[in-house]
Nanobody
Framework: QVQLVESGGGLVQAGGSLRLSCLAS????????MAWFRQAPGKEREFVAY????????VYADSVKGRSTISRDNAKNTVILQLDSLKPEDTAIYHC??????????????????WGQGTQVTVSS
């Protein structure tokens, strides 16, 4: 079993930045694709960003492309999501996910086997 713990969320003004971290334990971190999803109140969970097991490939949702960077450090069992130029519509709970993508491709939550509890990001206008 892999445990994922997110941190780094908070309240920030529009235009500001946050750095979200996800620390994994209990498994072989480098085996897994990693991603961030988010869920706003009353909305479906949506894909934000993905990074391949070796960090060689990253993909971003159109809504955050150009404003975010996902990275991972397999030696530290950590994945980072840097969010810049934040907008009020970025307000959501951000979840880190780990998976083998056997059931679905990276953009779908079904592809991931393990999830963290999430960290709240609130952007004020």
């Amino acid at each position: 079993q892999v445990q994922l713990v997110e941190s780094g969320g908070g309240l920030v003004q529009a235009g500001g930045s946050l750095r979200l971290s996800c620390l994994a334990s209990g498994g072989t971190f480098s085996r897994y694709a990693m991603a961030w999803f988010r869920q706003a109140p009353g909305k479906e969970r949506e894909f934000v960003a993905y990074v391949k097991w070796n960090g060689a490939t990253t993909v971003y949702a159109d809504s955050v492309k150009g404003r975010s960077t996902i990275s991972r450090d397999n030696a530290k069992n950590t994945v980072i999501l840097q969010l810049d130029s934040l907008k009020p519509e970025d307000t959501a709970i951000y979840h880190c996910a780990a998976g083998t993508l056997r059931r679905a491709t990276y953009v779908y939550a079904e592809g991931y086997d393990y999830w963290g509890q999430g960290t709240q990001v609130t952007v004020s206008s």
